[in-house]
């Protein structure tokens, strides 16, 4: 898997570390999830974009 490193603001770090240990997932996991959720509906927007 190819590694990427992201700057964030201190206040979105600890916004995604409170969920991270609130659901018991590393930091990385649910920055992992939430970039996949917004890539997926990024894409379908596109194609209804697309389908018009």
Same mark, same amino acid.
């Not at 997932?25 to 999830?33: A, G």
């Given at each position: @898997? @190819?590694? !990427?490193?992201? /700057?964030?603001?201190?206040?979105? #770090?600890?916004?995604?570390? *409170? !969920? &991270?240990? #609130?659901?018991?997932? %590393? ?6 999830? #939430?970039?996949? *959720?917004? #890539?997926?509906?990024? %894409?379908? =927007? &596109?194609?209804? =974009? /697309?389908?018009?």
């Amino acid at each position: @898997m @190819m590694k !990427i490193t992201l /700057s964030l603001e201190p206040s979105v #770090a600890l916004f995604y570390t *409170r !969920i &991270a240990l #609130a659901t018991g997932k %590393s930091l990385e996991q649910v920055l992992h999830d #939430a970039l996949f *959720r917004l #890539a997926g509906e990024l %894409s379908l =927007e &596109a194609l209804q =974009e /697309s389908a018009k």
